[in-house]
């Protein structure tokens, strides 16, 4: 078996409330903040070793190797696999995590878990050494899940994703995160500068309208468009007419 399926550790985390100033918190969109909660019980307690195809690995506190399919399925209902790579890719870029895809799995490691915690098993500056090595092999290996590989595909696509920000409604949150996801879905992701662009261009599509705002995003997504256009008032509207009204807001 490639993946090493750990058990939870027994007992408890410590959550302290100065999280909730964090922009990894509260920039976070409901399931995100799952996921992180969800990565906090999951990693290991204690240092841990095991034997697989006859080499020996060892996990530090901190740390776990675990699979996308497996956070999503800890993280319980509502929690989907792209809310978990979305979340991944975001908590990285906050420097909360790293992420290395490994022969046994994916190894996740939450960094200063130590200062987190207080648990007196192993230092930062060895959780770091740690991690460094796991990265430096990890680049070399090619990991056997299926998952992991598409994974790792979407990194290299989607410039380890952008942020959205936190002066948006939260009701647009998840529809803009979605025409995000699609974006990439097409190769097409967005960088953070398209991303202010785009969030302008909406404004004044939607005259600051959150609702019509939605609308809009919704309708990119499922047509699959790379950008977004007013909304179709006249379905019966030639279609001709309607592909040169969508170049002219292309330019």
């Known amino acids: 078996m490639a993946l090493r399926d750990q058990p939870l550790n027994n007992g408890y985390i410590k959550l302290y409330r100065v999280l909730m100033d964090k922009p990894i918190w509260r920039q976070s969109i409901p399931e995100h903040k799952a996921i992180l909660i969800t990565l906090m019980m999951m990693v290991n307690h204690a240092p841990e070793e095991w034997e697989w195809n006859g080499k020996k690995y060892k996990c530090e506190p901190g740390q776990t190797i675990t699979s996308i ?12 696999t792209q809310n978990v790579r979305g979340a991944l890719v975001r908590f990285e870029k906050l420097e909360f995590l790293t992420n290395v895809s490994t022969k046994t799995g994916r190894l996740i490691t ?3 878990w130590g200062e987190y915690q ?6 930062n500056k060895a959780i770091n050494k740690e ?14 899940n299926k998952n992991d590989k598409n994974d790792k595909n979407d990194k290299k696509n989607n410039n380890k994703g952008v942020i959205i920000p936190d002066s948006l409604p939260a009701d647009l949150k998840e529809p803009l995160e979605a025409f995000i996801e699609m974006r990439r879905s097409i190769k097409a992701p967005l960088t ?9 261009k909406l404004n004044q599509l939607s005259g600051g309208s959150t609702e019509k705002s939605i609308e ?25 007419l309607r ?7 292309e330019q």
Do not use: C
């Open 216 to 240: 809009i995003l919704n309708q990119s997504t499922m047509n699959g468009w790379k950008g977004i256009f007013p909304l179709k008032e006249n379905k019966n509207q030639n279609p001709f």
């Open 69 to 80: 399919d497996k956070i999503q399925q800890m993280a319980g209902k509502g929690v989907t």
């Open 110 to 112: 939450i960094k200063n």
């Open 131 to 144: 991690v460094t090595k796991h990265q430096q092999r990890g680049n070399k290996e090619v990991t056997p």
């Open 243 to 249: 592909i040169l009204e969508e170049r002219k807001y």
């Open 118 to 123: 207080g648990n007196g098993y192993v230092s």
């Open 192 to 200: 953070d500068r398209a991303l202010d662009m785009l969030i302008k």
